[in-house]
């Protein structure tokens, strides 16, 4: 339902210490919600047990608590589940947990649709309607750690911003989110494991490694020629992989921390030896490993996942130029949970 209270989990903790003090009453109370706002996620204030019933009552005259609700949850085979996530305003994002032997990952959204244009890409049909808020990010990672507990008994392992939107267009909100995440007033999970992905915006990552951002960055790199990256991700054209190189290679100088590219190789577009060379050439600029994804087409087109013979020749040379290169098996792909093909279709 939307209304015209404010969110109070817009307020920061002071804000909030200080709404208390001008109602006449502690500071310390603002504590107290505080905690029950993001330690420990509640969804009403009622659910604030340690808070007087006449208090609750003052907010919930004054504030509203916008919080997600998971509309439809999807298991796949493979113990992947997806979520379709309702905001307050009826808007539906999606959010994806995928389980390994040894991890447990949640893949989050930062926007409704995306403000980019890849190709190859199921959330990019959908034109981009708004920034997540910080709290709808949050609860995204908080309803999965939940299913995790449930489903696969372990708590969420780690978290990658590679749902649907572009979070560098989304940045003081995702940082926002981050900061609550990995807050030991939030849910004091370790920087480390998070990882932002990014289709690669220069300015934005020099801005990241300038504000010592301490979580780990990945580029959907996917072409390192410049004509067919603009073809695949027309974005490019405005952020050229001169001016993306510069950028990674000022973030490694910043963090000293190793950059994770995306790679998908598809048949005919990026599937010769000309491609695999320019990416080994773009891999020495900077520390990297070289993640190949598996494809999922989302339709009959173009883009379709290129033969074994040419992800056995990637890998061949990437290794034998001892660049560490992983190949990520797509899952979920039975519920259409898997990388590009969040778009809403559950
Ligand atoms: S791949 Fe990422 S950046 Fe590109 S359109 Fe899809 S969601 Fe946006």
Redesign the pocket.
């Known amino acids: 339902m939307v209304t015209n209270k404010k969110d109070i989990r817009a307020l920061t903790k002071e804000q909030l210490r200080d709404f208390f003090v001008k109602q006449g009453d502690k500071a310390f109370r603002g504590n107290q919600v505080y905690e029950w706002l993001w330690q420990k996620a509640a969804h009403t204030f009622d659910d604030m047990t340690n808070i007087s019933k006449e208090t609750r009552k003052m907010l919930e005259d004054n504030f509203v608590i916008n919080h997600i609700e998971v509309d439809n949850m999807q298991r796949s085979n493979d113990g992947t589940i997806k979520n379709a996530v309702r905001l307050h305003d009826g808007l539906i994002v999606e959010s994806v947990l995928i389980p390994t032997p040894t991890r447990t990952t949640a893949c989050v959204s930062s926007?409704v649709g995306?403000?980019?244009?890849?190709k190859?890409?199921?959330?990019?049909r959908l034109k981009r309607m708004r920034n997540l808020n910080p709290d709808e990010i949050y609860d995204q990672v908080v309803a999965i750690d939940n299913e995790s507990r449930h489903y696969h008994n372990r708590p969420l392992s780690n978290i990658v911003f590679?749902?649907?939107?572009?979070p560098l267009m989304n940045y003081n909100n995702v940082l926002k989110a981050i900061d609550k995440i990995t807050s030991p007033e939030g849910l004091g999970m370790s920087s480390k494991r998070i990882t932002l992905?990014?289709?690669g915006v220069p300015k934005m990552i020099k801005k990241m490694a300038d504000d010592g951002v301490k979580f780990n960055l990945a580029v959907?790199l996917h072409s390192a020629i410049e004509e067919v990256r603009t073809s695949i991700?027309p974005f490019n054209e405005t952020f050229p992989l001169d001016d993306l190189r510069e950028a990674l290679e000022y973030w490694y100088a910043k963090t000293k921390r190793k950059i994770s590219y995306e790679y998908v190789v598809w048949n005919g577009i990026n599937d010769t030896q000309k491609d695999i060379d320019a990416l080994v050439k773009f891999c020495k600029y900077v520390p990297c490993k070289v993640n190949i994804i598996e494809y999922n087409p989302i339709d009959d087109g173009e883009y379709q996942q290129a033969s074994s013979e040419a992800l056995e020749q990637y890998i061949k040379t990437l290794e034998q130029h001892r660049i560490v290169v992983n190949v990520r098996r797509s899952r979920g792909k039975d519920i259409d949970a898997a990388c590009?093909q969040?778009a809403n279709k559950s």
């Not at 190859?120 to 990019?124: K, S």
């Not at 590679?162 to 572009?166: D, I, P, R």
């Open positions: 926007q995306c403000s980019l244009d890849c190859f890409c199921a959330t990019a590679m749902g649907m939107g572009e992905s990014t289709s959907s991700m590009g969040l």
